[in-house]
């Protein structure tokens, strides 16, 4: 089993950054991979980033190339996104995800946190 907890939303002005961190505990492997998704209300979830746990390969939905990076801390076991340039198309809950093996472009994910509320105000 594996419990994740995201951290890190808040209430920002457009521009502006912000840090979401993903702490992962339980049976944690280096073939997993990590992923974030997004949810704003009346949309569909969409799949923001992703990254192997042991590895440097990365995705990103082209929405968020350039301004948001994916980053892991194996130490920590906790996973990172940061957040630049935001706007109020970025508003939505994030979820942190995981699963072992397969592609980082593969949306599919076995284990879920909670969310995190990310709201950026104009």
């Known amino acids: 089993q594996v419990l994740l907890v995201e951290s890190g939303g808040g209430l920002v002005q457009v521009g502006a950054s912000l840090r979401l961190s993903c702490a992962a505990s339980?049976?944690?492997?280096?073939?997993?991979?990590a992923g974030w998704f997004r949810q704003a209300p009346g949309k569909e979830r969409e799949y923001v980033a992703a990254?192997?746990?042991?590895?440097?390969?990365?995705y990103y939905a082209d929405s968020v190339k350039g301004r948001f990076t994916i980053s892991r801390d194996n130490a920590k076991n906790t996973v990172y996104l940061q957040m630049n340039s935001l706007n109020p198309e970025d508003t939505a809950i994030y979820y942190c995800?995981?699963?072992?093996?397969?592609?980082?472009?593969?949306?599919?994910?076995?284990?879920w946190g909670q969310g995190t509320q990310v709201t950026v105000s104009s």
């Open positions: 339980g049976r944690i492997f280096s073939n997993f991979r």
């Open positions: 990254i192997r746990w042991s590895g440097d390969i990365t």
């Open positions: 995800a995981a699963r072992p093996g397969g592609s980082v472009t593969d949306p599919t994910y076995d284990y």
